[in-house]
């Protein structure tokens, strides 16, 4: 059974005159242990969609969904206090800005004294005892030292370690990773993506990776979930995505990675050409047709579903198989 | 004279567009008490400062609906004429105060050296005085009076549009548009005025609204405690202090003219809040 | 944070020496004699002439000037003349009962303000949010004595619960009868300090890190008080000090309202019978007082932010 499923997403921010929807009918699953990527261009929808795991919308946004249970729970149904429980317990998240994550007018070991107090029940020593193991399980030397110091005192990549350490505190079953490494230089991306890496193994959770950077993604996770202008446009296990991309845009996006091996590196060569869309400015259609290469008339009114190419690999092209368009496309739906 | 039409219609033309209820409300009430003190003449239905004795501290009534006071001289129309008499003193002293500041601060920011290090420092310490605290000083200088009050406001009320004006020059020196005006060989002068000086005006009036009903406020406070208008003219701090003495039997004579006050406050702070709000983007404020 | 704490108090240095410099000068811009225009008409030639030597006005401007400010450092102000006594027992005497109504306004202030600021934050752009707005924007057009002066009719004469007039004796006794000026002078700053709060605080909620606390599943109380409200506080603790001069102000004119034997009433009589060596040293106190609040927030909030402090080393 997996663990996490979310089926029918859908999130919209209200404002003045309306609203705008942001993530259009998204579905993904992750596994118990298995490592997830969720890519796509910024504005693609992505980082919200990891969110509503927690329900952790940021104001104006409400989302909707046919579906989002995690280890056998209604998420959607959970009340507040059920939801600071599985927020707390149940999942564990890290972000893009390791800086902008802390309260910088509080020291990093208070930080995570605190969430062991409040969630774990410790108290004084003990929080602070448990607190430096956990600061030296993600491999920060002199833990006492760092124990004092403030967000600001800190370089980046120590500053994300502390950010896992406080997100595993609770041996969560799902740790949401989201743009981990991105504000990170190469070195310590690579030691990050380690770090989350071994402490998949060691304790057995699930970890949902989000990245705009296919190269990370390809290098870390088991399965792939691309999303492009809040719709899920492929998705399968890696090594068959990579091998066999079908959506024209999962296509583009890999052609602009140079090789897998030198992944992680965050040049580009010329990939898709244009923009990602504006949210506002999508009407109906599959949100990619304005910049794909092989767009037919019918792509301005086909209704965006995913359809499975074997091993559970799924595609929300209907034109497209390998690269070669389809001539007997919609036939057959 | 493009450039004064601009700086007229473009803040109006940008008010109509933000169009909020704010802004409306607001222009609404100062135009209503603006009109009504112009025309006081006209309106006021007894003459501001004629004594009837036989006809004191009556209550509002159709003859006199603002009551009367202690000497049974017409609230209402001592208002109107009081209001008149604020509301232009406010004006004049504000945006004098304003004008002096902005072409003291954009020259200073304009030159630098030591023009700009001593005008900085003098707006500093002006700005470090207690606002009241510094207008009573120099009413002790020119006495008592609406003068003096006039003075001791103008002389508080520069600094702060100075220290604006100068803060804006210094960042709008570097900026290509002006640097490309002395490349083509314009005169210094006619830089900063053709230039840099509508757009530091357009900082200085939006911040100006605060500064209107302060000023209103001190205004008000000196000629209470007074030291602004002097009898028999009278002014509506004057008329609140007239009633001070029948608190209990005649509220009208000091509930009134100060809800007329807060009115006018009202209005002003809605029209600056307006622009404010519509300036800066959603969240900001 | 020595360095930035030098720098800070070297610029505060130069403030309060224009301030001194500015005070002076004034009893230099009255037109005529100053010292006959102080005296009255019926002042003679040999008194005029008497008082003025003791002002050391014949002395030459900067030995003048230089024995000012040996006078103010020295807090030996020189006597009163209307009041035929040494200026510092003046203010001695005088000096209570303004700091308690400034504070006990600030107070009264923060105790409304703080609150109404937290839901305008908490409930943006709401009707109550409005609602709050337009209260704050009334309490600010309110002129202070007009709103000491209804507080006084309602709460004093009608119903009869608190003193509309004088200064108590004793702690409870002050604190009744500070209370309707404190309450009119805390009205008069709320709106600043609502307006501030709520805009740090919304500028806080809509940080990174708040969204990494609510992540950890910590409530909204907690997630608040521990972390939003303390990063938002600082810039309202600055505001307050800025707006001390306005307090002070506010001070002088409620004094008259409640008749309350504070600083502002010896600056009232001052001006009015004219004796400018008190106008002048209350005028440089009040400036550096706020000079000097000023200089301490600043040197506080570098406390509180480490971020603030420059040379705050890696570890």
């Given at each position: 059974m997996a663990l996490l499923t979310v089926a029918g997403l859908r999130i919209a921010f209200s404002h003045r005159g309306g609203s705008t929807e942001v993530v259009r009918g998204v579905e993904f699953a992750v596994e118990p242990g298995e490592t997830v990527g969720l890519v796509g261009e910024s504005g693609s929808g992505k980082s919200l969609a990891c969110r509503s795991i927690i329900?952790?919308?940021?104001?104006?946004a409400t989302m909707t969904a046919s579906k989002v249970e995690f280890d056998g729970r209604d998420v959607l149904a959970m009340s507040a206090k059920e939801l600071r429980d599985h927020r707390a317990h149940s999942v564990g998240m890290i972000f893009q800005d390791p800086y902008s994550c802390f309260d910088p007018t509080m020291r990093i070991g208070e930080q995570v004294a605190e969430t062991l107090r409040v969630n774990a029940g410790l108290e004084g020593d003990a929080a602070k005892a448990r607190a430096l193991e956990l600061l030296e399980s993600v491999d920060i030397a002199s833990p006492e030292q760092r124990f004092r110091a403030y967000p600001h005192e800190l370089s980046g990549g120590m500053r994300q370690r502390v950010m896992i350490a406080i997100a595993i505190s609770a041996s969560p079953k799902l740790l949401i990773a989201d743009e981990p490494t991105t504000a990170l230089d190469v070195t310590t991306q690579a030691q990050i993506l380690g770090l989350i890496e071994q402490r998949r193994r060691e304790s057995g959770m699930a970890v949902l990776l989000v990245s705009h950077d296919f190269g990370v993604i390809a290098q870390a996770c088991d399965r792939v979930v691309v999303m492009y202008g809040g719709y899920v446009v492929e998705a399968g296990p890696v090594a068959e995505v990579c091998a066999r991309p079908q959506h024209p845009y999962t296509r583009g996006l890999l052609s602009s990675i140079p090789s897998l091996e030198s992944a992680g590196r965050r040049v580009r060569r010329a990939g898709i050409p244009g923009q990602p869309p504006n949210p506002a400015d999508l009407v109906a259609g599959c949100p990619f047709a304005d910049r794909?290469?092989?767009?037919?008339?019918a792509c301005r009114e086909l209704h965006v579903a995913l359809e499975g190419v074997g091993d559970g690999h799924v595609t929300a092209c209907p034109y497209v198989r390998d690269g070669v368009p389809v001539t007997n496309a919609g036939g057959s739906r | 004279m493009s450039d004064l039409a601009h700086l007229v219609t473009v803040p109006w033309r940008r008010l109509r567009a933000l169009g909020s209820w704010e802004i409306t409300t607001g222009i609404v009430v100062v135009a209503v008490l603006m009109i009504a003190s112009l025309l006081a003449p006209l309106i006021a239905p007894y003459p501001p400062n004629q004594i009837d004795v036989l006809h004191s501290l009556q209550p509002p009534s159709w003859h006199h609906w603002m009551g009367t006071d202690f000497v049974g001289r017409d609230v209402w129309s001592r208002v109107l004429y009081g209001l008149r008499i604020d509301m232009l003193v406010v004006a004049v002293i504000t945006y004098l105060g304003l004008a002096i500041g902005v072409i003291v601060g954009t020259v200073a920011g304009y030159v630098g050296g030591w023009f700009d290090a001593i005008v900085g420092r003098v707006a500093d310490t002006v700005i470090a005085f207690p606002f009241i605290v510094l207008v009573l000083a120099v009413i002790a200088i020119v006495g008592p009076g609406l003068k003096g009050v006039a003075i001791g406001i103008i002389i508080a009320g520069w600094a702060l549009y100075a220290r604006l004006a100068r803060s804006e020059m210094l960042a709008m020196r570097e900026q290509p548009f002006l640097m490309s005006t002395k490349a083509l060989g314009y005169s210094h002068v006619r830089a900063i005025f053709r230039h840099a000086l509508p757009n530091l005006v357009r900082t200085s009036l939006v911040y100006s609204t605060v500064d209107v009903v302060v000023n209103m406020l001190v205004l008000a406070g000196m000629s209470y405690l007074g030291l602004g208008q002097q009898a028999p003219g009278a002014d509506l701090g004057s008329i609140i202090a007239s009633g001070q003495g029948y608190?209990?039997?005649?509220?009208w004579i000091t509930t009134i003219p100060g809800a007329v006050l807060v009115l006018f406050g009202l209005g002003v702070s809605l029209i600056g809040d307006g622009i404010t709000r519509g300036d800066l983007p959603q969240g900001a404020l | 944070m020595l360095a930035y704490t030098a720098r800070r108090v070297g610029v505060s240095l130069v403030q309060l020496l224009g301030l001194s410099f500015l005070s002076f000068m004034l009893i230099h811009f009255v037109p005529g004699n100053p010292i006959a225009t102080m005296l009255g008409p019926r002042a003679t030639v040999q008194e005029v002439a008497r008082i003025s030597a003791s002002l050391g006005l014949n002395k030459p401007l900067p030995e003048q000037y230089w024995l000012f400010l040996g006078h103010l450092l020295s807090g030996h102000f020189g006597q009163s003349i209307t009041f035929s006594q040494s200026i510092s027992s003046l203010i001695g005497q005088r000096l209570v009962p303004s700091l308690a109504l400034i504070g006990y306004g600030t107070l009264v202030a923060l105790v409304i303000g703080v609150p109404l600021a937290i839901v305008s934050a908490l409930r943006a752009d709401t009707s109550v949010d409005h609602g709050i707005r337009i209260f704050t924007t009334v309490s600010f057009a309110m002129p202070i004595f007009w709103s000491g002066l209804i507080l006084g009719i309602v709460?004093?004469?009608?119903?009869?619960?608190?003193?509309?007039s004088g200064y108590g004796t004793g702690f409870w006794g002050i604190v009744r009868s500070l209370t309707l000026p404190a309450v009119a002078l805390g009205l008069s700053l709320l709106a600043v300090i609502v307006r501030t709060l709520r805009s740090s605080i919304r500028h806080v909620m809509a940080l990174e890190f708040v969204e990494a606390v609510r992540a950890r599943g910590f409530t909204t109380s907690r997630v608040f008080v521990s972390h939003v409200f303390k990063n938002a506080i600082m810039p309202t603790v600055t505001v307050l000090a800025v707006n001390v001069g306005f307090l002070i102000g506010g001070t002088v004119v409620l004094e008259q309202v409640f008749q309350i034997p504070g600083l502002g009433t010896l600056l009232f009589q001052a001006v009015e019978q004219r004796d400018y060596p008190l106008v002048e040293t209350l005028t440089v106190l009040a400036g550096s007082v706020v000079v000097l609040l000023n200089l301490s927030t600043d040197i506080l909030q570098a406390v509180v932010d480490p971020r603030v402090r420059p040379g705050a080393h890696s570890v």
């Open positions: 329900r952790l919308m940021p104001a104006h794909c290469a092989q767009v037919r008339p | 608190l209990l039997s005649a509220w | 709460f004093g004469l009608k119903l009869g619960w608190l003193p509309v």
